[in-house]
């Protein structure tokens, strides 16, 4: 048995302007900010002398070289990126999910309180708690679908049935709506 695992296949190349904003500002923090700062350390810590003992030298080469990974990949996610708007949608049908949306899901059990989430692209999913991903078997199953629909998914715990009980595009609802 070989240890190769195939590469995951990228995520879909949706994002919302507040989630590509997100992530232009942490480019910018990283390559304005933060490497230069990084850079500055490891100059000073090599005028020191001998860089095989230097830890600072040691650990400061390793930063730069985590802040130019993460540097590499958000050019690359940001270059291939489609911004959607979900407010700028014109012929889009309001009663039905689609990427950007707000949906309140009740558990069709009656079992624990109805919840709000938003359907983003898989880079901006864990910034918030009440983000899923479109990619998520949640979020695919969501997509398209109208209010009162039922949707079931494969859980960890066991499969759930969930029913679209509001939609909304725009700012995150209150909850008790």
Do not use: C
Request: glycine fraction near 10%.
């Amino acid at each position: 048995m070989s240890r190769y695992r195939p590469p995951t296949p990228p995520g879909s190349k949706y994002i919302t302007p507040e989630g590509a904003k997100r992530l232009k500002d942490e480019l910018d923090r990283l390559w304005h900010g933060e490497r230069p700062r990084v850079t500055a350390a490891v100059a000073e810590a090599a005028a020191q002398g001998d860089r095989s003992e230097n830890a600072e030298y040691t650990y400061g080469k390793k930063r730069l070289h985590e802040i130019d990974r993460r540097v590499r990949f958000l050019r690359k996610r940001l270059e291939g990126m489609t911004i959607v708007d979900p407010l700028r949608q014109e012929g889009r049908d309001p009663g039905r999910v689609f990427f950007g949306a707000w949906v309140r899901l009740e558990s069709a059990g009656g079992t624990g309180a109805p919840r709000w989430y938003r359907l983003v692209g898989p880079d901006e999913f864990d910034m918030a708690e009440d983000y899923i991903s479109m990619d998520s078997p949640l979020g695919r199953s969501l997509l398209g679908r109208r209010l009162d629909d039922d949707v079931s998914v494969a859980l960890p715990a066991g499969p759930a049935t969930f029913t679209v009980a509001a939609i909304s595009y725009g700012l995150k609802p209150p909850e008790r709506s």
